[in-house]
């Protein structure tokens, strides 16, 4: 049973950092890309990276850019998203959820259940 469980998320102040991380099971991390998204009350969810499942390419909106990491560890099945100098417009719940195969174009098959980030200025 594929299962992404996301931890890491809390409430701090702006310029602080969280590390967000994505627990995978039930399918080899290797073989999929992961992307981590965030929604925000009254605006449209927000891809924030993604990271491809054969070579590692990594990918982030333009808002995130220079900000956040996106990292993974195949031996610990996770996924994590280092959150530096953090806004209080990165205020959201974040989910990450399994890409359908290696590409970060592909769609999403498989979410968590989300992660609240509260950033307060």
């Known amino acids: 049973q594929v299962q992404l469980v996301e931890s890491g998320g809390g409430l701090v102040q702006a310029g602080d950092s969280l590390r967000l991380s994505c627990a995978a099971s039930g399918f080899t991390l290797d073989y999929y890309a992961i992307g981590w998204f965030r929604h925000a009350p009254g605006k449209e969810r927000e891809g924030v990276s993604c990271i491809s499942g054969s070579d590692r390419s990594t990918y982030y909106a333009t808002s995130v850019k220079g900000r956040f990491t996106i990292s993974r560890s195949n031996a610990k099945n996770t996924v994590y998203l280092q959150m530096n100098s953090l806004k209080p417009e990165d205020t959201a719940v974040y989910y990450c959820?399994?890409?359908?195969?290696?590409?970060?174009?592909?769609?999403?098959?498989?979410w968590g259940q989300g992660t609240q980030v509260t950033v307060s200025s």
């Open positions: 959820a399994r890409k359908s195969g290696y590409g970060c174009l592909l769609s999403e098959d498989n």
